[in-house]
């Protein structure tokens, strides 16, 4: 599987608090994701990447934001967390770099957040 | 947007049976992939297939691009292959849409 890492696993926050979630690969892989995963709805698509300081919104953006200042690197930013926003949180990556297959997508170990 | 959806919802093994899954999708597809998600969590490929059939141990899919479906077989099925799949498929941008998922439990 390809190289992703995700920061921190686990983290317990305040309503209000900003947080934010990195995602490192390995791969080179020049497409990267963030997804949220809640009990009824499945894998969401939040923002994605398409190369360093280009991204664009999925379907449940509002509330987050992203930066990608790196190949390697996608930070997705919650400016002020809402209970709402309790949610396991999932990075992917997928390009022709690496030892991938071109364009298949690989995830990330996921983050679990909690906003109290 | 392009729909995914997969059969059965929820699927109940007695350890060493068959089953087939299937996802079915209303456009064409440029990439196909099955994941199993575990019951930890994480996300593994399983098969990245927009056509044609693959194998990997026990497991096998089958695309049929043409009339927009996909199949994953397990045979002798395992208490370690329960968990919850997903089919994803993509178009000619680099998003991919997800099933809802089949969630698979193999009792001993």
């Known amino acids: 599987d390809a190289g992703i890492t995700q920061s921190p696993r686990h983290k317990v926050t305040e309503t209000g608090t900003p947080v934010t979630l990195r995602c490192h690969q390995t791969?080179?892989?020049?497409?990267m994701y963030w997804y949220r995963q809640d009990p009824g709805h499945g894998l969401r698509l939040i923002h994605y990447s398409y190369g360093v300081k280009d991204t664009d919104k999925g379907e449940v953006s509002d509330g987050y934001s992203v930066s990608r200042s790196k190949t390697e690197d996608f930070l997705l930013t919650l400016e002020s967390a809402t209970s709402s926003q309790t949610s396991v949180y999932f990075c992917a990556s997928m390009g022709q770099g690496g030892k991938s297959l071109p364009y298949e997508q690989y995830f990330g170990p996921g983050t679990r957040l909690t906003v109290t | 947007g392009i729909q995914v959806e997969q059969s059965p919802p929820d699927l109940i093994l007695q350890e060493g049976a068959n089953s087939t899954l299937r996802c079915n999708f209303s456009d064409s597809v440029n990439n196909l992939q099955w994941f199993h998600q575990n019951p930890w969590g994480q996300l593994i490929n399983l098969f990245y297939i927009p056509s044609g059939t693959k194998q990997n141990g026990r497991l096998s899919a089958t695309t049929v691009a043409t009339e927009r479906y996909s199949l994953l077989y397990i045979s002798s099925s395992q208490t370690t292959d329960s968990g919850v799949y997903f089919c994803a498929v993509r178009r000619v941008d680099y998003k991919l849409s997800f099933g809802a998922g089949t969630t698979v439990t193999v009792r001993a």
């Open positions: 791969e080179n892989h020049r497409y």
